[in-house]
């Protein structure tokens, strides 16, 4: 365990921007977590997972503390369902894939998405018609301030869209080291009633799919649409998709009768956001090193030598636009430091 000053985060975060840290360390363990922090090095701490969910500034005068936790455990099982402790520092696909290997059934659609365990309870990520709430049970945490261990049931952790606890009331002041997910071992639950899934194993004659079958599908969905953030730097979605009320959406509808959306009740409607980008002209846009996406408007991307501050002033002008056009705010899923 080793803290350098002035540490380039480029080779740390999915958009590829070249943020110099003042201070950075990455850690293994909780005990080791727990020791960089008593040195209280900067009053300023910056968690950094697997960097998947963030737009970085040039610079950050804070203490980076890179959290490499790693560790699968199987807690107890019974015939139909089992739980597993996870670290932090474990990447979120391969985590997935090792489910699906031991035909663990839950997490199946949200195969492919960027990031590590530790962060994906912050985002309530979700995909396909599933969330993490769904199989979440716990997590494990560290108060910052006293190095104190508990735990937050699912409950306690407020889930909402892409919302959770700790982008609230809770925000800086815990670490999570740990989640712990309940998963069916039989009679998984499957969610495929996505019009994209169905049209992948229906071209596979799949009419009695696994729980490989779906992950299987949405992975090839997903690299048909997004990029590889290895080969073009991005982080995803950059934008959620808003949900609006009955009287927006009837306003909407009269000016754009074409528009898809889906219905979460009577009173409340989803648009999607890469429809309205896409509707404002910027799919496959590009200003300098900033862009977005030809195939998901959803996406920005950096080619190549793009700022934070850059692709966040593209992310503005979209914002603008869609809501000069559309009048709805559409806002970013994406973390912006």
């Given at each position: ?138 997590c494990t945490v560290l108060d910052i301030e006293n190095l104190n261990e508990k735990e937050f049931s699912n409950e306690e ?161 979209i914002q603008k636009k869609v809501k000069d056009l559309s009048g709805i705010t559409i806002e970013p899923e994406v973390n912006?430091?």
């Open positions: 365990m080793r803290i350098e000053e002035n540490k380039s985060l480029k080779h740390y975060n999915t958009f590829g921007i070249d943020c110099t840290a003042r201070y950075f360390v990455s850690v293994e363990t909780v005990k080791e977590l727990k020791e960089v922090l008593s040195q209280k090095i900067s009053d300023e701490i910056f968690i950094l997972g697997g960097g998947s969910n963030m737009l970085l500034p040039a610079k950050l005068n804070s203490f980076v503390i890179h959290l490499n936790l790693k560790g699968i455990e199987v807690l107890d099982q019974t015939q139909s369902e089992v739980r597993i402790k996870v670290m932090a520092g474990e990447n979120w696909h391969e985590f997935v894939q090792y489910c699906i290997a031991n035909d663990f059934g839950g997490l199946e659609n949200l195969s492919l998405i960027p990031g590590n365990v530790g962060t994906a309870p912050i985002q309530n990520i979700g995909a396909y018609g599933v969330e993490l709430k769904d199989t979440f049970e716990s952790c407020k889930f909402g869209y892409r919302n959770s606890i700790f982008k609230n009331e809770v925000k800086g002041k815990y670490i999570i080291t740990s989640v712990t997910f309940k998963l069916t071992k039989k009679d998984h639950k499957l969610s495929i009633s996505y019009g994209d899934i169905q049209k992948v194993l229906a071209e596979k004659n799949i009419l009695n799919p696994s729980i490989k079958d779906v992950s299987d599908a949405v992975i090839a969905i997903r690299q048909s649409k997004l990029p590889d953030p290895k080969v073009l730097g991005n982080s995803g979605s950059f934008f959620k998709n808003p949900i609006v009320d009955k009287d927006t959406f009837e306003e909407f509808r009269k000016k754009y009768p074409e528009a898809p959306f889906y219905e979460i009740s009577p009173k409340e409607y989803k648009i999607p956001a890469g429809w309205l980008i896409e509707k404002s002209g910027f799919k496959g846009k590009r200003f300098g090193d900033a862009g977005v996406h030809k195939k998901q408007a959803l996406v920005l991307v950096n080619y190549g030598e793009a700022t934070g501050k850059e692709i966040w002033q593209l992310a503005m002008d912006i430091f």
